[in-house]
């Protein structure tokens, strides 16, 4: 969503669009990880930090893979606040990870 080398403005946002891999899938567990490198692709290379997690409800598995979550990330001087909205039924979910600059 956000690369290394890009200038972000204070508060400024990315977003993506995700949906449940399968049709009966109660939830998604978002995993945000850093690295100091230029490029990465793979959350266990060398170099690659776990910065924190977080969970988005899922019900409505009547629904099937059709149920939009909104992920979007704000990038703050101090903190990354990720912000989860479940289209379906409009609940959103929060949290803030705080950076060691």
């Known amino acids: 969503m956000a690369k290394r080398g890009i200038q972000v403005e204070a508060n400024q946002r990315f977003s993506a669009m995700m949906y449940p891999v399968v049709p009966d899938q109660v939830g998604m567990l978002f995993n945000f990880y850093y690295t ?24 409505d598995t009547h629904l099937g893979t059709n149920r939009p979550v ?31 600059l």
């Open 36 to 59: 100091t490198k230029k490029t990465a692709e793979f959350c266990d290379e060398p170099g690659m930090y776990k910065l924190g997690e977080f969970r988005v409800e899922l019900p």
């Open 70 to 100: 909104t992920l979007e990330l704000c990038f703050g001087a101090m903190e990354i606040i990720a912000i989860a909205k479940n289209e379906t039924n409009g609940k959103v979910y929060k949290t803030t990870f705080k950076l060691d």
